[in-house]
């Protein structure tokens, strides 16, 4: 399975300071994410979600995984995420994404 760790310097404009996440998933998957018509993106363009406001909530324990809803362009989006760590410290794993359903987008605008 190919490995992809990319690191973004985001702006976090509540704090007008900068932050650095680093993100690593699969690129065959992200691939197969950007083929499929109902996904339409890989995960190289769904770590823009962490670049504006957005919602965040734990969705399982075991894993821990946690769900970001956010834009991405001019679409939302669910992006479920695990966060890791290296001897280089925390990063965000991508696991999968989809394009945000009604109850998400509903999330959203009550949270964001």
Not at 10 to 17: D, F, M, Q, T
Not at 22 to 46: V, Y
Request: no cysteine; net charge positive.
């Amino acid at each position: 399975m190919q490995r992809r760790l990319a690191v973004a310097t985001l702006r976090e404009p509540w704090y007008n300071s900068y932050t650095r996440i680093r993100f690593d998933f699969d690129a065959q998957k992200s691939k197969r994410l950007r083929a499929n018509p109902k996904r339409g993106i890989g995960f190289e363009e769904a770590q823009g979600i962490f670049r504006h406001p957005h919602y965040l909530d734990q969705r399982s324990d075991m894993p821990e995984q946690y769900r970001a809803i956010g834009w991405v362009g001019e679409k939302l989006y669910a992006l479920i995420f695990e966060m890791r760590e290296d001897k280089d410290g925390e990063y965000y794993h991508l696991v999968t994404l989809w394009k945000a359903t009604k109850q998400e987008q509903q999330l959203y605008e009550e949270h964001s």
